[in-house]
């Protein structure tokens, strides 16, 4: 099994950052996709960006540019660094991790493709 946990989360206003980590523990894999998603009420969860086993990134269009995922300074950490925040930022962000069994070059922008989920950290933007 794997474990996740979300920090880092809060408020801040329009334009400023904010950077969250996501703690990783339980077994180990050799690829792999670590995933940030978020979730506003109402809507359903969607992709944020994603670093692969190799170090490949992937973000969605709406988060390109301000939204960078590194990994953390703490071992087993993968971090996820906001600027120019916007109040449509507004959200519910999850780490997610996912097993790559076959492609091991993929990165996946489904939910349902990431087996294993954090509980969530709660950011909000203020305008």
């Known amino acids: 099994q794997v474990q996740l946990v979300e920090s880092g989360g809060g408020l801040v206003q329009a334009g400023g950052s904010l950077r969250l980590s996501c703690a990783v523990s339980?077994?180990?894999?050799?690829?792999?996709?670590m995933g940030w998603f978020r979730q506003a009420p109402g809507k359903e969860r969607e992709f944020v960006g994603s670093?692969?086993?190799?170090?490949?990134?992937a973000y969605a269009d709406s988060v390109r540019g301000r939204f960078t995922i590194s990994r953390g300074n703490a071992k087993n950490t993968v971090d996820l660094q906001m600027t120019r925040l916007k109040p449509e930022d507004t959200a519910v962000y999850y780490c997610?991790?996912?097993?790559?069994?076959?492609?091991?070059?993929?990165?996946?922008?489904?939910?349902?493709?990431?087996?294993?989920w954090g509980q969530g950290t709660q950011v909000t933007v203020s305008s």
């Open positions: 997610a991790a996912a097993s790559l069994g076959g492609n091991f070059y993929a990165s996946p922008r489904s939910s349902r493709e990431y087996a294993y």
């Open positions: 339980g077994r180990t894999f050799s690829y792999y996709v």
């Open positions: 670093m692969r086993w190799d170090g490949d990134l």
